[in-house]
């Protein structure tokens, strides 16, 4: 599985941004994929995620009611909508896959991916 991501750029505090990230090769609804980011000086850290098939997302608590995580299974592209920015959103911000092969699994940690894209950057100036 290969992942491109796009979509940073450069916003102002209160703006929005969507964040894409086109998959290629093999994926299927055995996958869940996630959104992570980091900072400069900073771990990389978990965002949110989506399995591939639907159902439930995921989002850590500092972006809940903010951003939302989708896919378009037809595109096989997955999507950050990004809403209310602050400036503590600035990160390069990592899109990522994980091969479900087990009935209970963790997807918060970025140990717990398989694949990654390269990553996007996003400034959010005050």
């Known amino acids: 599985v290969q992942l491109q991501a796009s979509g940073g750029g450069l916003v102002q505090a209160g703006g929005s941004l969507t964040l894409s990230c086109a998959a290629s090769?093999?994926?299927?609804?055995?996958?869940?994929m996630g959104w992570f980011r980091q900072a400069p000086g900073k771990e990389r850290e978990f965002v949110a995620a989506i399995k591939w098939s639907g159902g439930n997302s995921y989002y850590t608590d500092s972006v809940k009611g903010r951003f939302t995580i989708s896919r378009d299974n037809a595109k096989n592209t997955f999507y950050l909508q990004m809403n209310s920015l602050k400036p503590e959103d600035t990160a390069v911000y990592y899109c990522?896959?994980?091969?479900?092969?087990?009935?209970?699994?963790?997807?918060?940690?970025?140990?717990?991916?398989?694949?990654w894209g390269q990553g996007t950057r996003v400034t959010v100036s005050s």
């Open positions: 990522a896959a994980k091969r479900i092969s087990q009935v209970f699994y963790t997807f918060q940690t970025p140990g717990d991916y398989d694949y």
């Open positions: 090769g093999r994926t299927s609804s055995g996958y869940i």
